[in-house]
């Protein structure tokens, strides 16, 4: 049975840090990995993505500087690295698992996904 399991999110000031974990089991972890967030209201959007090797690392324009995406394969662990923090980042955050080795901005690449953990970031 596959899973992708969130964790890691929480209430946070404006400025502040979080880190979130994405835990796989079930599934070859050779793949390109993703994360996105939903606003309420709003679609899920793209927020940064992975290859399989840690390598082709992209994210939106709105996190850049900001946000770092990581994993380590020999714990098929996947990260989310948040500095910075603003209200506008609030979210439930997904991450989800690529139908190849690249990681990529459309969701519709992605053939698994976690069920999300809320970030709420205070002003």
């Known amino acids: 049975q596959v899973q992708l399991v969130e964790s890691g999110g929480g209430l946070v000031q404006a400025g502040g840090s979080l880190r979130l974990s994405c835990a796989a089991s079930?599934?070859?972890?050779?793949?390109?990995m993703g994360w996105f967030r939903q606003a309420p209201g709003k679609e899920r959007d793209f927020v940064a993505a992975?290859?399989?090797?840690?390598?082709?690392?992209s994210y939106t324009d709105a996190v850049k500087g900001r946000f770092a995406i990581s994993r380590d394969n020999d714990k098929s662990l996947m990260y989310l690295q948040m500095n910075a923090l603003k209200p506008e980042d609030t979210a439930v955050y997904y991450c989800a698992a690529s139908r190849s080795v690249y990681g990529h901005v459309s969701p519709y690449d992605y053939h698994y996904w976690g069920q999300g953990t809320q970030v709420t970031v205070s002003s």
């Open positions: 992975i290859g399989w090797n840690g390598g082709g690392t």
């Open positions: 079930g599934l070859s972890f050779s793949r390109g």
